[in-house]
């Protein structure tokens, strides 16, 4: 997620200050999201760690893309997350036309403590850059 964001974003590569990351195939890539405010952690309050393995659910792909992006924020909320901690970011990438949803065609959810797939961050940033 951190190199997709890199490469799309143009953001420079940086140290990681994450103690889990240093070392890492893409700790450099973690640095600079994390240098841009894109992250801030995966263990709050103390967000030491990033947890570079574990997958990245929708939920967390709409807060990175929401703080990377400076996007104002959505009206819109899908069925399932309303009270969500990502509420929030998911209806600005709603707002934006950046996601439909993940139940097409009623598309009436987001599923944001789902995976997000390599395919779909793709169109995420597609649709978020490749306008």
Known sequence: MAAFLVRAL???LEDTSFSDSEGHLFGD?????AEAGVTFGCNPPDNTMFCPNDDV???????????ALDLP???????????????EDV?????AKF?????????????PD????????????YRALGR
């Not at 924020?73 to 509420?87: A, M, Q």
């Not at 209806?91 to 707002?95: W, Y």
Request: charged share 15%; aromatic share 10%.
């Open 29 to 33: 890539e973690i640095g600079a999201i």
């Open 57 to 67: 659910t929708r939920g967390q792909m709409a807060a990175f893309l929401y703080r």
């Open 10 to 12: 143009r953001l420079p």
């Open 99 to 111: 996601t439909y949803g993940c139940n097409p065609p009623d598309n009436t959810m987001f599923c």
């Open 73 to 87: 924020p959505g009206g819109k909320s899908f069925d399932d997350t309303g009270g969500h901690v990502f509420e």
């Open 91 to 95: 209806s600005a990438l709603a707002g």
């Open 114 to 125: 789902e995976p997000v797939t390599r395919g779909q961050m793709a169109a995420f940033l």
